[in-house]
């Protein structure tokens, strides 16, 4: 009879991600000291939704906004040493979205890293940008606490260089109005958003919201209010027919 307390083996799910723990901490160029540390940097909420409590990324997403934000303001401050407060605080809000963060979380492949639900997973979860945005910033804070700052510019700064240099497009900084402006001058009426779903609870909302122009497909996305998911509908669109 098998001994009650052998070791049970794991399971092909968590083989690929700790594979995938693997090939983030390869992409990012760092090895965490604190393991438990890169975990909860991975954890998302939904693992202990409908069971006991325990820990997520919560936390490292508020610090990691904090240690993000410091970051950019010293790149800008760097590299643009002429622009003025209003053009750097245009660029900066561009480049601490939650879509660059997103974009960012892909080149790094954080998503098959996360720790999620399996509705979660099964609903998209992986490639979701708010989820993958906040996960590139628990991620942040995570090497930020383990390694300290010079350890966040290291292995951070160069990821954001591409995104720095593209901060003043005007499509991805304020795609919003980019887009509205292009409808009207291509003679179509003005772009129509509207919510297509609201889920999760009233102190965190995700909303689901599909901007429509006449003559192109809908484009849909998702963020935490309405505005963050209208503009990420309106980036999506204006990528996807390629228009900036």
């Known amino acids: 009879m098998q001994a009650m307390n052998a070791r049970v083996p794991p399971s092909k799910e968590t083989n690929l991600r700790l594979k995938a723990i693997d090939v983030l901490q390869s992409n990012l160029g760092y090895t965490f000291r604190d393991a438990a540390l890169l975990e909860l940097a991975l954890t998302h909420a939904s693992v202990a939704e409908g069971a006991r409590k325990m820990a997520d990324n919560e936390r490292l997403e508020f610090l990691g906004d904090r240690v993000l934000g410091l970051m950019i303001a010293e790149a800008l401050m760097e590299a643009l040493p002429d622009a003025t407060e209003g053009e750097l605080s245009r660029r900066f809000h ?7 963060c997103a974009d960012i979380a892909r080149t790094l492949e954080l998503g098959a890293a996360i720790r999620l639900a399996a509705g979660e997973t099964k609903s998209g979860g992986r490639t979701n940008p708010t989820i993958l945005g906040d ?68 102190h965190a909302p995700v909303f689901t919201i599909e901007v429509r122009i006449d003559h192109l497909p809908p484009q849909s996305a998702t963020g935490k209010s309405r505005q963050e998911a209208e503009k990420a509908a309106a980036l999506g669109l204006i990528e996807r027919e390629k228009l900036n």
Do not use: H
């Not at 561009?94 to 660059?100: F, G, K, N």
């Not at 499509?171 to 779903?197: C, D, H, I």
């Open 94 to 100: 561009t480049l601490v979205s939650r879509e660059t």
């Open 135 to 202: 996960a590139c910033e628990a991620l942040m804070a995570a090497v930020y606490i383990d390694g300290g700052y010079e350890a966040v510019l290291k292995t951070f700064k160069p990821l954001w260089l591409k995104a720095l240099t593209e901060s003043g497009n005007v499509s991805r900084s304020n795609p919003k109005s980019f887009l509205q402006e292009w409808a009207v001058a291509q003679g179509m009426g003005a772009p129509v958003y509207s919510v297509v779903s609201r889920k999760g609870p009233d």
